[in-house]
């Protein structure tokens, strides 16, 4: 026993100093691992010095299949991909529509009732039918992909696929060999007949089938599982012309052709994606996009990365040699004519969180990125003439601020079949008109948004025909011109409650005394929502009226605005494309959301409004498109269906060893024109991502100070015992 | 013990139904499937046809519990909640309803991303969690037990975002040693998972010490610590040997209690440290209101936990002799 006792705490005090020394040892390896290096890198060593384009996204996207696909998050991908025949030029403002596999815009043939054809200025009400010829460039080549490749003997290889052949198979790349073929017309066509077939729902097919001849009865025919239905309205013209034929005078119609429903998809692909064996593989054209454009998806893992590269086969393409004033400048011209794209490969990693998302940005580890309102202090000043300008900490290290005005417009939609705040009535509009002077949007911009909006005078922002600036473009039922200081200034509180006493309500009362209560409805739960709810609530109350705050989910509130139940709503559009019809539609009568199921939410329906929309849709942009627009926005201005509030700016971020970087709200397929110095990104890395170990060399020190009394303890114990 | 497992398992199927049933009455409560069609097909440009074309290609068009225009037994089985729930019950999940991904392959892809940070956690949580409890019990009534409880109860009342916050503004952008987020395969990955893992330590241990503390103390009052202590055992002899030993079952109700949540991942430290995991699986569905995954997620949760709860029963007989399957 004694033995033991003796033998024990020596054990013991070995035991401990060893592990003392181990913890020591393995704190200092960690020392030595952090001092080497950069150990926050969060990519691989080997792609240091690679030209590879770093960016984020916050949601997953669903599909990439071109006929579904309609959202942003899907958009950024899939336009690199996709090449619909135009394209807007990426330089350009006003935005500009340029062929992109096109040879030439097309432009329309107009034919009357009688098959004459007509003038281009042609009225609308007399076209019968308007004819577009695209032709396209020949030698356009598909990504490599396994739907076009072939064996020896010509037939192709994947199209008749087992099981057992595909087992395991997870994505493209698990496909030993691809091919290509050229673009041709066909491919055009047969996208176009993909968006009618219902099964698909293709979200603009009802806009569509109302101008393209045929197209109702072909997706009709198409539901009831007939094929080889007709359908006049597109045809092949030869391999690379086709045509599409319009019921009616549409200029609106060579937009759509700028956006990827309108992207060619070859016939192979589907009929490859279409076999049970790769279906049961959960490979898709919802996933896997088969396209002409500078990039091809490399790996999706939508939940954690989207990796695309350089299309292989791309054809020869030249960065633009022309720009708006201040691009040359700017650096922007610096590539006329190189050859794009310049960047071989993009990583795009899912972020959902914004804090982690800016820090890695601040470190080099992205390339570009947003500012949220959290940072948007720290990031941004604004400097003697009011122009945003990046923080002097962002231009410490060279990071470049853009700014530009979205083709969006925001607004607060009164239910005009509203007993109390709808109707067409001198009083009713007066009363919509104090409450828009109440609701002072410099105010909230400047509060909420950092002043990352420009105030609205009417549906359309700038950039768009028909949007004017100065004394001409103001809404003077909100706003007097102030000449001295040459810009607009708005109605005074005062002028403001005059207008509610005219409506019928002084000082926020009716005849009987009652006080005005508005019910706002909305989905703001978030926790900064209640500061903007307060500041609509006091603004309000300044004209004596109560605002009562509605806040319900999103699906009882889609249902509300859906059945017209509901007095005051806030409510956004992003535009399709940039024409004054994409925003001023969302006025039209016949397009009321509670009788029409449409887009006009505010159900706003008056007459003369209604004509002037028809008349000037199918117009060119002329000065008496412009007039109509005019009176159009008077109108509005006057009947106040909405409260015009503001037109966001996106303030975007980029290092300054990314070049080229210009914001382009409508055309999304611009990563071809970026270029990367690679080098001087890693250079960058390196010094800003030193890591910092002193910490750690305290720890080790307090660890080891720590075990000193331990070490005591044990060892006089263990001289007690001897 | 066979016979206690097979009755374990058969009292699981009601409770599975159930769990289907409840989760498909909260959900339809909320959401029509008119709604749910909206909400995947997008805002823009949507017309009544195309939601209905979306209810009959994912099967929605069918009444929710009771077919009136089907007979005999298909007033049923032709309902929604017939066809979207028997599949699951031989785990077939089907495939998402927003974009038709396969929902078994999204659950084996992504649950080893949440077990690479939720299993270290627990395992090294475990250790210096009992550890310290130990410790602090060992010098129960001392300052050691007085301040060690009041930093539990500290660390237990901070969020656990702000650790998350916290820990990626120190150790990834002031120090610079840690990558702020961030996922990657293979050894790699150790670079990613370690401040995740080492915040999610430090976010428990105020709960763990609490919870463990009172456990070993409930122990060392015991008749056998006391004969243990009479019979010349030291003090550290009877807490790590005895009283460990007898805290075992409430120790391992806690850990196996824990294993389904483990596979599901954190819903906020897999959002703030971009790990591709389960936990933000499950919260994009009920954003995206896809009910093909939250069926499927609930049930694999409830088919988990009633394991879990099998696993713990089973457990408790290798820890305690005197317990057995009756």
New interface residues.
């Given amino acids: 026993m004694k033995l033991l006792k003796h033998h024990c705490p020596t054990q013991q005090i070995h035991f401990r100093v060893s592990l003392s020394s181990r913890c020591a040892i393995v704190l200092m390896g960690l020392i030595f691992f952090f001092s080497c290096g950069i150990p926050n890198n969060p990519y691989p060593k080997s792609q240091q010095n690679e030209e590879i384009y770093y960016n984020t996204f916050d949601e997953e996207p669903k599909h990439f299949d071109p006929v579904v696909s309609y959202s942003s998050d899907e958009y950024r991908f899939i336009q690199q991909i996709y090449e619909p025949p135009l394209q807007y030029h990426y330089l350009k403002r006003p935005y500009e529509l340029i062929p992109l596999t096109a040879e030439t815009v097309p432009q329309p043939q107009y034919f009357g009732a009688n098959g004459k054809e007509l003038p281009q200025g042609a009225p609308a009400e007399s076209v019968a039918r308007a004819v577009y010829e695209i032709r396209i460039r020949p030698g356009i080549m598909f990504q490599p992909h396994p739907c076009f490749a072939k064996t020896e003997d010509g037939t192709l290889r994947y199209h008749n696929l087992t099981k057992a052949e595909v087992k395991g198979f997870t994505e493209i790349k698990d496909f030993p060999m691809t091919g290509t073929r050229e673009l041709t017309a066909a491919d055009y066509v047969y996208q176009i007949k993909r968006m009618a077939d219902p099964q698909l729902s293709c979200p603009i097919l009802s806009t569509l089938q109302d101008y393209i001849v045929g197209m109702k009865t072909y997706s009709a025919a198409l539901a009831n599982g007939q094929t080889e239905a007709p359908f006049p309205g597109v045809a092949v013209v030869d391999r690379y012309t086709y045509r599409v034929t319009l019921k009616a005078k549409y200029p609106q119609f060579v937009y759509w052709l700028a956006m990827p429903f309108f992207s060619p998809m070859p016939e192979e692909a589907i009929n490859f994606y279409n076999q049970p064996a790769i279906k049961d593989r959960n490979i898709t054209i919802d996933r896997f996009p088969v396209g002409t454009g500078a990039y091809r998806i490399d790996t999706l893992i939508a939940h954690k990365e989207i990796v695309l590269v350089k299309n292989e086969n791309f054809r020869v393409e030249r960065y633009p040699s022309s720009g708006e004033p201040g691009d040359r400048e700017a650096g922007l011209l610096d590539d006329a004519w190189e050859t794009i794209p310049f960047i071989p490969k993009v990583i795009y990693k899912l972020e959902k969180e914004y804090i982690p998302r800016w820090n890695k940005f601040l470190q080099g580890y992205y390339d570009s990125s947003s500012i949220s309102s959290d940072t948007f202090d720290s990031a941004v000043v604004f400097n003697d003439t009011g122009d945003p300008t990046a923080s002097e900490a962002l231009k410490a290290k060279d990071i470049v601020l853009r700014t530009s005005v979205q083709p969006t417009t925001y607004y607060l939609a009164f239910n005009m079949l509203d007993d109390t705040v709808g109707g067409y009535t001198t009083e009713k509009q007066k009363l919509r008109q104090a409450i828009s002077i109440a609701l002072d949007y410099e105010e909230f911009t400047e509060i909420f948004l950092n002043g990352r909006g420009v105030v609205s005078h009417s549906p359309l922002p700038p950039g768009i025909f028909g949007y004017e600036s100065g004394e001409r473009g103001i809404n003077p039922y909100m706003y007097d011109w102030d000449v001295d200081a040459d810009r607009p200034v708005r109605k005074s509180i005062e002028e403001a409650r005059q207008l509610l006493a005219a409506a019928g309500y002084p000082g926020g009362q009716d005849s009987k005394g009652n006080p005005l209560i508005i019910s706002f409805d909305n989905t703001w739960n978030s926790a900064g929502a209640t500061a903007r709810l307060t500041w609509m609530r006091k603004k309000l109350e300044q004209l004596g009226i109560t605002m009562e705050s509605r806040t319900t989910d999103y699906n009882r509130f889609r249902d509300k605005v859906k059945d017209g139940n509901f007095q005051f709503i806030f409510w956004g559009w992003h535009a399709d494309y940039p024409d004054a019809e994409n925003f001023l539609f969302l006025l039209y009568g016949p397009n009321g959301k509670a009788r029409y199921d449409g887009a006009n939410s505010a159900n706003y329906d008056n007459p003369t409004y209604n004509q002037l929309f028809e008349e000037m849709k199918n117009m060119e942009n002329s000065p008496e498109r412009l007039s109509r627009i005019r009176e159009m926005n008077r109108l509005i201005q006057r009947d106040a269906p909405w409260v015009f509030t503001f037109h966001p700016v996106s303030f975007g971020l980029s290092h300054q060893w990314v070049k080229n970087s210009k914001p382009n709200s409508l055309g999304g397929g611009t990563l071809k024109y970026l270029r990367v110095d690679a080098n001087r990104r890693a250079e960058n890395r390196q010094a800003w991502n030193r890591p910092v170990v002193w910490p750690l060399w305290l720890c080790l020190g307090v660890f080891i100070l720590g075990t000193i009394p331990a070490v005591i303890t044990i060892w006089k114990r263990e001289r007690r015992t001897q | 013990m066979i016979t206690y497992i097979v009755r374990r398992i058969l009292y699981a199927i009601p409770i599975l139904i159930g769990v289907n049933l409840l989760v498909f009455f909260l959900f339809f409560v909320?959401?029509?499937p008119d709604?749910m069609a909206?909400?995947i097909?997008?805002e823009?440009?949507?017309?009544?046809?195309?939601v209905d074309?979306?209810k009959k290609?994912n099967g929605y068009h069918l009444p929710l519990w009771f077919n009136t225009e089907a007979s005999g037994i298909s007033h049923f089985t032709e309902t929604i909640f017939y066809q979207k729930s028997v599949k699951l019950f031989v785990f077939d999940f089907g495939?998402s309803d927003?974009?038709?991904?396969?929902i078994t392959?999204?659950v084996v892809?992504?649950m080893w991303p949440s077990l690479a940070i939720t299993l270290p956690t627990l395992l090294i949580g475990l250790l210096v969690n009992i550890t310290v409890s130990m410790i602090v019990a060992y010098y129960r009534a001392t300052y050691v037990d007085f301040w060690g409880t009041i930093v539990a109860v500290i660390i237990m009342s901070v969020s656990q975002l702000f650790y998350i916050?916290g820990g990626?503004?120190v150790f990834?952008?002031?120090?610079?040693?840690?990558?702020?987020?961030?996922?990657?395969t293979g050894t790699?990955m150790l670079?990613?998972v370690v401040l995740p893992v080492v915040i999610g330590i430090i976010a428990g241990i105020g709960g763990g010490i609490r919870f463990y503390r009172t456990i070993f103390l409930e122990e060392v009052n015991r008749d056998y610590v006391r004969t243990a202590r009479a019979k010349g055992v030291s003090e550290a002899g009877v807490l790590f040997k005895h009283a460990l030993k007898n805290a075992m079952i409430p120790i391992l109700t806690n850990v196996v209690l824990s294993i389904p949540f483990l596979i599901m991942g954190g819903l906020v430290m897999e959002?703030?440290?971009?790990i591709?995991g389960l936990g933000?699986?499950i919260i994009?569905a009920i954003q995206?209101?896809d009910f093909a995954i939250v069926r499927s997620m609930v049930y694999l949760v409830s088919v988990l936990y009633i394991i879990g709860l099998l696993l713990t029963d089973i457990s408790y007989t290798l820890v305690d002799p005197r317990i057995r399957f009756e």
């Fill in positions: 909320v959401n029509s709604q909206r909400k097909l997008g823009k440009n949507i017309t009544q046809q195309d074309n979306w290609q495939t927003a974009n038709n991904i396969d392959s999204q892809q992504r916050i990626q503004w990834g952008k002031i120090l610079r040693l840690f990558p702020i987020s961030g996922y990657d790699d670079k990613f959002a703030f440290f971009a591709p933000s699986f994009e995206a209101q």
